[in-house]
């Protein structure tokens, strides 16, 4: 079964930086489009980044431009999302998501808290 493995949440203050990762199980990944989103309790998953099958594409929520990097590795079958200046609005449960437009495949989510 295809499973995505996000890692890499934390509890952090605010300023600070953090990289999440997201391994897919299946090289067949390389060959999707991925994205991140993240949810707070009881609040609808909203779209944080996304980024192409070969990397080339990029496209970011306004909430996070200019602070957020959404990159991977097609080698490790790994996304990442580099988190830098973080603030207290960041803080949700972050998921990594594959096949667009449905997004039809999730992992199981990591917590990041950002402390005032």
């Known amino acids: 079964q295809v499973q995505l493995v996000e890692s890499g949440g934390g509890l952090v203050q605010a300023g600070s930086s953090l990289r999440l990762s997201c391994v897919a199980s299946s090289g067949s990944f390389n060959r999707e489009s991925m994205g991140w989103f993240r949810q707070l309790p009881g609040k609808h998953r909203d779209f944080v980044a996304s980024i192409s099958p070969n990397g080339g594409s990029t496209f970011y929520d306004d909430s996070v431009k200019g602070r957020f990097t959404i990159s991977r590795d097609n080698a490790k079958n790994t996304m990442y999302l580099q988190m830098e200046r973080l603030e207290p609005e960041d803080t949700a449960v972050y998921y990594c998501?594959?096949?667009?437009?449905?997004?039809?495949?999730w992992g199981q989510g990591t917590q990041v808290t950002v402390s005032s």
């Open positions: 998501a594959a096949g667009p437009p449905q997004w039809l495949y």
